[in-house]
């Protein structure tokens, strides 16, 4: 019996707590002493959230796409880390922040998600690459346009080879 193609493999994003936590305490903290950030760290904003993927299969993996959905009108951008940033050991830096971001909105009076299309595919084939090397990824998620992370659900879907 042949198969029908690939199978694929859907892995959503989820928010770490802690680590979003960890890195709003690091804000905090800064401010209770009042020094500044590292040179070229990256500091957590209030509308901002670390998510992960964990890969739960990391070999022959091909992009097919995001899932995005927002519950309510409004916009979030998705930003890669690199593989550099061991936030267990390391504050993130803006240089492992990873280019382009993927973004996504949607528009008063519409259930359609819109998106930058070109980047996103892009961004996404590289997660296809990083899985070789990763058992977890992790993502910068910024809400806008008064989205907050209890309206926002996500995942990459993967074809598997």
């Known amino acids: ?21 960890q890195m709003r305490l690091r804000v905090e903290s800064l401010k209770q002493r009042g020094e500044r950030r590292q040179d ?3 500091l957590l904003r209030p509308t901002e959230s670390v998510y992960r993927i964990d890969f739960t ?3 022959k993996l091909q992009f097919e796409r995001w899932n995005v959905a927002l519950d309510k009108p409004g916009k979030v951008t998705i930003t890669g880390t690199s593989q550099n940033w061991t936030p267990d050991l390391t504050n993130l830096m803006t240089r ?35 899985a070789k090397v990763r058992k977890v990824m992790y993502f910068l998620i910024t809400f806008g346009e008064g989205v907050e992370p209890a309206n926002f659900k996500a995942s990459v879907v993967f074809n598997q080879l």
Do not use: C, V, Y
């Not at 019996?1 to 936590?21: F, I, N, S, V």
């Not at 008063?108 to 296809?128: T, Y």
């Open 57 to 59: 299969q990391q070999q």
């Open 1 to 21: 019996m042949a198969e029908d193609g690939p199978r694929q493999l859907e892995m959503p994003l989820a928010l770490d707590h802690d680590l979003t936590k």
């Open 96 to 130: 492992q922040l990873l280019d382009p971001a993927a973004i996504f909105w949607r528009k008063e009076d519409s259930d359609a998600m819109d998106w930058n299309e070109a980047d996103a595919l892009e961004f996404g084939e590289r997660l296809s690459d990083l």
């Open 40 to 42: 070229g760290e990256k």
